[in-house]
């Protein structure tokens, strides 16, 4: 069974910064590209940032360059995103997602379950 359990998500105040972890299960991660996605309360998702299978390329969306970083231990299983200067429109619950194969532009066919990610004074 494929299982994604992200961490890392809490309160943090305007220009603070997290790290969110992903720990995979289930399937071989080093295969497999892996993207954030968010949703804002009331609002549909958004596509953050994705990783190719060997850490080799990574993409943002274009507000969240230079803010925010994405890595991968392919050792470890695990997905990172590392966010900096965070500001309140980043304030989502943040979806760990793997694709369907090693390039970000394949589908998402994985999703984990979430972390609460609140930016607030």
């Known amino acids: 069974e494929v299982q994604l359990v992200e961490s890392g998500g809490g309160l943090v105040q305007p220009g603070g910064s997290l790290r969110l972890s992903c720990a995979a299960s289930?399937?071989?991660?080093?295969?497999?590209?892996m993207s954030w996605v968010r949703q804002a309360p009331g609002k549909g998702l958004e596509w953050v940032s994705g990783?190719?299978?060997?850490?080799?390329?990574?993409y943002y969306q274009e507000s969240m360059k230079g803010r925010f970083t994405i890595s991968r231990d392919n050792a470890k299983n695990t997905l990172f995103l590392q966010m900096n200067s965070l500001k309140s429109e980043d304030a989502a619950v943040y979806y760990c997602v793997g694709h369907s194969g090693p390039y970000y532009w394949l589908g998402l066919e994985y999703w984990g379950k979430g972390t609460l990610v609140t930016v607030a004074p």
């Open positions: 990783i190719d299978w060997n850490g080799g390329s990574t």
């Open positions: 289930g399937f071989t991660f080093r295969d497999y590209a």
